[in-house]
């Protein structure tokens, strides 16, 4: 009998997939081979930059590539899709109506998970790191002020930093450096009396893939920290696991 399975868009980039495979492997604490869960990855690396199209930068759509290969999905059967990129849930809306296979939606996810977790009345204030094609949309503001929370926007001079994060320090293939990576973060939960100390959040939420592969690589566990993509992979088992189970 044949066992149902999850297709995976992937490709956006193509480390933060590696990561996000990797993560679902682990979680799902398989002691066997057939064990594990019954997948598919789509590595589309070719999918145009969702960022560049967003603010305008570049006319190339990254719709249709990923239209085509929901169409793929659909017809192999897959049981359900899973995104691991953040920014291209921009067009998660145009990409259900195109077929009857549900995607889980990880910005949703996330916040859900932040509300169990990190509940607003002790956390409040929420610091978000992301592209800035998420930022120009407000694809997690919407999301986060929905759920009660003060969403907190990083200004352009701390965008640029996390926008080298992204692009340099992983799409890049530059070395990972903690202390980058964690003085941004440390930018948002500083609350000293020092005039630095300008976004006082009670949590950061990693809202593109790429920090999701800098958080595997240096995991601060003991930080107020919402890592999108780890979530979306505890989901993806949960689901999947419950499907092999029917």
Request: glycine share 6%; charged share 25%.
């Amino acid at each position: 009998m044949r066992r149902p399975f999850f297709a995976v868009l992937g490709g956006m980039g193509t480390l933060a997939t590696e990561s996000y495979i990797r993560l679902v492997d682990k979680l799902t604490g398989a002691r066997a081979d057939q064990e594990f869960l019954d997948y598919v990855v789509f590595n589309d690396a070719a999918i145009p930059d969702r960022t560049a199209f967003i603010l305008g930068r570049s006319d190339d759509d990254p719709f249709p590539v990923l239209a085509d290969d929901v169409a793929k999905a659909t017809a192999i059967g897959a049981s359900f899709i899973t995104i691991p990129c953040n920014t291209a849930h921009f067009v998660l809306p145009r990409l259900q109506k195109l077929t009857d296979v549900p995607f889980l939606n990880m910005p949703h996810g996330a916040v859900e998970r932040m509300k169990a977790t990190l509940p607003v009345a002790t956390h409040p204030r929420v610091g978000f790191m992301g592209t800035e094609g998420s930022r120009h949309i407000g694809l997690y503001q919407r999301e986060i002020e929905a759920a009660g929370y003060t969403f907190v926007e990083p200004d352009d001079e701390l965008q640029a930093r996390i926008h080298s994060l992204i692009y340099n320090d992983v799409k890049g293939g530059g070395p990972l450096d903690l202390g980058r990576y964690r003085s941004v973060i440390d930018t948002f939960l500083d609350k000293s009396d020092s005039l630095a100390a300008k976004y006082r959040c009670d949590i950061v939420v990693l809202g593109c893939t790429e920090l999701s592969v800098l958080n595997e690589a240096f995991p601060l566990p003991d930080l107020p920290i919402i890592d999108a993509q780890a979530v979306l992979a505890e989901d993806t088992v949960a689901l999947a696991k419950s499907l092999r189970e029917k």
